[in-house]
C-alpha cells in the first residue's frame, strides 16, 4: 500500500500535474488497489477452499469404504511422529471412534478450524490494511504544500517502510537493519522509477 500509492503520487507529481490532480490520482490509487488486493485475495483463498473442501469429501469417501486403511494410514502417522506401533494404533482408535473425519483432516490433511480457508476474511483483512498503508503517503501528499509533494511523499513514505520494516522484523526475530534497509532500498527504487517515468510522460505530453 505505501509503495504503491507513494510512487503513483510521486510519478504523477514528476509528471507537473496540480495538486488536485495528484490527490484525486492518490484516492483513485488506494481505492483501486484495496479492491485489486481483496479481489485477488478472496480468489486466490476460494480456491484454497474448494481444495480443502474436495480433500474432505474424498475423505468422508475413503473412511466409508476403507475404515481399516484409513485407521493404518493415521496410526502410522503417529508412529512417524515418535509413538510406540502399540500406543499409535490405540491412539488412532480412540480418534476415530470419536470423530474419525476430524482426526484425518487435522492429522494426514493438516487441516483444522483455524487454518481452515476464509475467502471473505482475507479480503477484508487484505483490503484493509492496503488501505491503511496507502493512507500514508497519501495524507502526506495533501499536508504537503505545493510543489513540493514529490520530495515530502517520498521521503516521509520512506521512513513509514524504515519504521514499518523494523518493527517487522523486530518481531520476527530477524535482524532489524537488514530488514529495514532492503524494504527502504527497494521502495525508494520504485518510488525513484517511477517519477522518472513521470517525468518522461509529462514533457512528452
Known amino acids: 500500500g505505501i509503495v504503491s500509492t507513494a510512487s503513483l503520487i510521486v510519478g504523477v507529481a514528476s509528471a507537473a500535474q496540480g495538486a488536485s490532480d495528484i490527490i484525486v ?21 476460494s480456491s484454497q477452499s474448494d481444495t480443502e473442501q474436495a480433500d474432505l469429501v474424498r475423505e468422508r469417501m475413503e473412511l466409508e469404504t476403507q475404515p481399516e486403511f484409513e485407521r493404518e494410514e493415521l496410526a502410522q502417522i503417529y508412529v512417524q511422529r ?63 504544500p505545493a510543489g513540493t509533494q514529490v520530495w515530502v511523499t517520498s521521503i516521509a513514505s520512506l521512513v513509514f517502510l524504515a519504521v514499518l520494516g523494523a518493527i517487522g522484523a523486530w518481531a520476527g526475530g530477524a535482524n532489524v537493519l537488514r530488514a529495514t534497509w532492503r524494504v527502504t532500498f527497494w521502495g525508494a527504487l520504485a518510488m525513484a522509477i517511477t517519477a522518472g517515468i513521470g517525468g518522461l510522460v509529462g514533457q512528452a505530453v
Do not use: I, N
Not at 83 to 108: F, N, Y
Open 25 to 45: 490520482a492518490g484516492v483513485a490509487g488506494l481505492v483501486a488497489g484495496a479492491m485489486s488486493m481483496a479481489a485477488g485475495e478472496y480468489v486466490s483463498v
Open 82 to 144: 515418535g509413538l510406540s506401533p502399540e500406543l499409535a494404533a490405540q491412539v488412532a482408535d480412540q480418534l476415530m471412534a470419536k470423530d474419525a473425519l476430524e482426526a484425518h483432516a487435522r492429522d494426514e490433511l493438516g487441516l483444522s478450524e483455524t487454518t481452515t480457508a476464509r475467502p471473505v476474511q482475507a479480503a477484508l483483512t487484505s483490503a484493509a490494511t492496503f488501505s491503511a498503508g496507502a493512507a500514508m503517503p497519501l495524507l502526506a501528499a495533501v499536508l504537503a
